[in-house]
């Protein structure tokens, strides 16, 4: 089979490396015969695998001591409900900043909760869409926590500048921005993430908490959500999503490999600013946002001409290169470049805009 880029938004690209790790091992895994998916959470086997993440993990993103790490079902929108249930004590409100998609999703959600206050810092100048910085950020005096999302998926904009609050907790849906840059964790309460875009498969969701703040969660709040049972049962509350855990941990292996962290942002920057570069240098590709907030994970744009989308789509996949459109309340195309996309895979998806561009425009 011929190789082929995915930029698929989520589930998304796995590094090969990974995946030929565990087609080897699948049918034998760790010599016990048979895969790693076949056998109870509550072996010695298992446990060297959930040990080795968790360090693996707390290593690439420099975790204090006084943060626990979760392994959780239910997705980011699991969260969405656990974190109000889990953080709103005996307060009233929360603040939820709102920049795109997701972020308004969190907030829509919350409100099940409590009397949450809607942040919007998404604005437009000249033509050109921009966020609000942390310190221009209205936030109550009154709320449990701030509630943002620094990488919006579907919108293509990004928050880098991390929120600085001293009183108070902040939480951060990093669900498509975790391990794509080098962060750090002492700003913030709680951070979430849906491990389908820059960890691992669909099914797990990793939630890193500042260990004063587990405890709280309502009496109504379901068992699996609580983070104080969660963490005293290690995440084994429930029987945990096994192979999710185990190809995370492979991952994160790969990542280490890969130089960690500050390599990786140092390739992301390069991967994005090669596409940006070549939508900057066209009149045919237009992508609105201001170059402070353009994420570099996905990376959202139209053609000039919309008639042409479908023919850019079928294109782009005859040349290998798979999922640009974008999502439906966008529209346009989306390249999604997570940490497992190849240098490779965004040169040829340049080279391809190039010469679309060339032969249409
Ligand atoms: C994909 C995504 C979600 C939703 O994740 P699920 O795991 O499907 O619930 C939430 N927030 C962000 C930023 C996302 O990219």
Not at 224 to 232: S, V
Request: one cysteine or more.
């Amino acid at each position: 089979m011929n190789s082929i880029y995915n930029f698929s938004a989520g589930p998304a690209i796995l590094p090969k490396d990974v995946l030929y790790k565990a087609q080897k091992e699948l049918k034998n895994w760790n010599n016990l015969g048979c895969s790693v998916m076949e056998i109870s959470h509550r072996t010695e086997e298992f446990h060297q695998v959930i040990t080795e993440a968790e360090k693996d993990l707390r290593d690439l993103l420099n975790i204090p001591d006084t943060y626990k790490i979760l392994f959780c079902q239910g997705g980011a929108r699991g969260q969405f409900s656990a974190i109000p249930m889990n953080l709103l004590r005996n307060f009233l409100t929360a603040d939820y900043i709102n920049s795109g998609y997701w972020s308004n999703s969190a907030f829509l959600e919350s409100k099940k909760y409590c009397n949450s206050k809607n942040i919007l810092i998404r604005k437009t100048k000249n033509n050109k869409t921009y966020l609000l910085k942390p310190s221009q950020w209205n936030v109550s005096d009154i709320s449990a926590y701030i509630h943002y999302c620094p990488n919006e998926t579907i919108d293509g904009l990004s928050l880098y500048e991390e929120p600085s609050f001293k009183d108070k907790i902040v939480v951060g849906d990093f669900s498509s921005f975790i391990l794509s840059r080098s962060i750090d964790i002492n700003k913030y309460g709680l951070i979430y993430a849906g491990a389908q875009k820059n960890i691992g498969p669909s099914g797990i969701t990793i939630i890193i908490i500042r260990q004063d703040l587990i405890g709280y969660a309502s009496r109504l709040c379901p068992s699996i959500f609580d983070y104080n049972i969660m963490n005293k049962y290690n995440s084994m509350f429930n029987t945990p999503p096994t192979f999710a855990w185990y190809l995370s941990g492979l991952v994160f292996k790969w990542l280490k490999k890969q130089g960690g962290i500050k390599k990786i942002e140092q390739l992301n920057k390069k991967k994005s600013d090669l596409l940006y570069h070549v939508i900057d240098n066209s009149n045919f590709y237009i992508n609105n946002i201001n170059k402070k907030n353009r994420s570099q994970m996905n990376i959202v744009f139209h053609l000039f001409d919309s008639e042409l989308n479908q023919i850019f789509l079928k294109e782009s996949k005859k040349f290998g290169l798979y999922a640009l459109k974008g999502h439906f309340i966008v529209g346009g195309m989306r390249a999604s470049i997570y940490n497992a996309m190849p240098f490779e895979g965004v040169k040829q998806l340049a080279k391809f805009m190039l010469f679309f561009e060339k032969k249409y425009g």
